[in-house]
Structure formats: C-alpha cells, structure tokens
T-cell receptor, first 114, second 113 residues
Framework: DAKTTQPPSMDCAEGRAANLPCNHSTISGNEYVYWYRQIHSQGPQYIIHGLKNNETNEMASLIITEDRKSSTLILPHATLRDTAVYYCIVLAENSGGSNYKLTFGKGTLLTVNP | ETGVTQTPRHLVMGMTNKKSLKCEQHLGHNAMYWYKQSAKKPLELMFVYNFKEQTENNSVPSRFSPECPNSSHLFLHLHTLQPEDSALYLC????????????FGSGTRLTVV
C-alpha cells in the first residue's frame, strides 16, 4: 500500500522554479519525509529530508504543510541536468525493524525543457 | 563517485553462466542493500544486510545468492538466470542504527541472453 502519492510527470522551463508535490495523508508523528531523485540509468541520489519544519540545502527546499499531510520539493532554478525521476518517501528514523527500509514508488518524472 | 562502487558497470551473460556483482563502500556504513530495477518499474528491494548478517530476503529466487564478507563489501552471485532477470542492479549502504541517508552506487546493467 502506497504511503505517498505523486503526479506521474511534470514539466518545467529551464531557469524557473520546479515545485514537486507529494501527498502523505497517513504519515505518522515519527515519520520523516525524504526526497530522492534518479537520473536516467543511475543510482538514486539523496536530496533532502524533514520532519515538520521547512528545510533548505544547496540542492533544494522542502516545504511541509502544518498538518504534515503533504509536502513540496522546490528546485529554485531548474537546469536541464535536473531532469530525473523524483521520489517522495516517508520513513521513521531510529525505528529499526522494517521501517528503516527505503521503499520506492513510481515517483514523478520531471522534465526540464530549454 | 558516490562512495559506493559497483563493478562491473555492464554485464552480458548467458543463462547457463555464473557471474558475480560486486559492491564496495568505505563510508563506514554498516548496512548494505541490493535493489533491482527492471525497465519502467520501481526499484525493488532484494536483500538487506546489517553488520554482515542478512536481515531480509524479499522472496528472491535462489538463482540470486548474496554474500557479505564484511561491512564494506557485498556480492550478488548469479547463476542460471532467465532473460527476465535483465535489469539494473543497484547497491546501497547506510548507517545501521536508524536511517541517516542511503548512498547508492551507479549500478550494474545486466543483460541475460
């Protein structure tokens, strides 16, 4: 059963902000929201993660709604090299057992157009 | 380079061959994973190792045999594969205690003929 819902595909113009949504309405209080991306035929790459506060790093920003039922990954100035499948994953840290497994859905294929 | 190195990058093998995929990390991680990604499908977790011990096998056929001699190395031994086993095989590592971020290798593109 999917814990996250993402649109299958999105387009963005080069140089513009890319806003990728994710719904996780059944998220538990101890579960974090993680974002990974996979450029064609490469291994997934960690982007960012957060619990309830908004987060920013050199790659992206993560905006989590106050009720934590959805989030948005923002790439502020998308480039052609940002074309990839973006995965939103919820996972509890330090929980051991099966929760530490990173389980991927189908993600969102973001295409950045020139 | 991500810190997780997989070899070979590409492999073509016949259905009667025996081959091995290798994964190596020097990130100080204690957990290692094998994932399979078939064309147009999500990544599927195959095996999980924590401190060299296998903790999960997701109903993977016995023609795939993992080996973890130490926390830095992970192998996937292949024998009597089928054409439908052709896929991108990805190795990843992470800290054992909880989740601190997975680091993936670039994968081995396997073609079974």
């Amino acid at each position: 059963d999917a814990k996250t819902t993402q649109p299958p595909s999105m387009d963005c113009a080069e140089g513009r902000a890319a806003n990728l949504p994710c719904n996780h309405s059944t998220i538990s209080g101890n579960e974090y929201v993680y974002w990974y991306r996979q450029i064609h035929s490469q291994g997934p790459q960690y982007i960012i993660h957060g619990l309830k506060n908004n987060e920013t790093n050199e790659m992206a920003s993560l905006i989590i709604t106050e009720d934590r039922k959805s989030s948005t990954l923002i790439l502020p100035h998308a480039t052609l090299r940002d074309t990839a499948v973006y995965y939103c994953i919820v996972l509890a840290e330090n929980s051991g057992g099966s929760n530490y497994k990173l389980t991927f859905g189908k993600g969102t294929l973001l295409t950045v157009n020139p | 380079e991500t810190g997780v190195t997989q070899t070979p990058r590409h492999l073509v093998m016949g259905m009667t061959n025996k081959k091995s995929l290798k994964c190596e990390q020097h990130l100080g991680h204690n957990a290692m994973y094998w994932y399979k990604q078939s064309a147009k499908k999500p990544l599927e977790l195959m095996f999980v190792y924590n401190f060299k011990e296998q903790t999960e096998n997701n109903s993977v056929p016995s023609r795939f045999s993992p080996e973890c001699p130490n926390s830095s190395h992970l192998f996937l031994h292949l024998h009597t594969l089928q054409p439908e086993d052709s896929a991108l095989y990805l190795c990843a590592s992470s800290q054992e205690t909880g989740y601190y971020g997975y680091t993936f290798g670039s994968g081995t593109r396997l073609t079974v003929v």
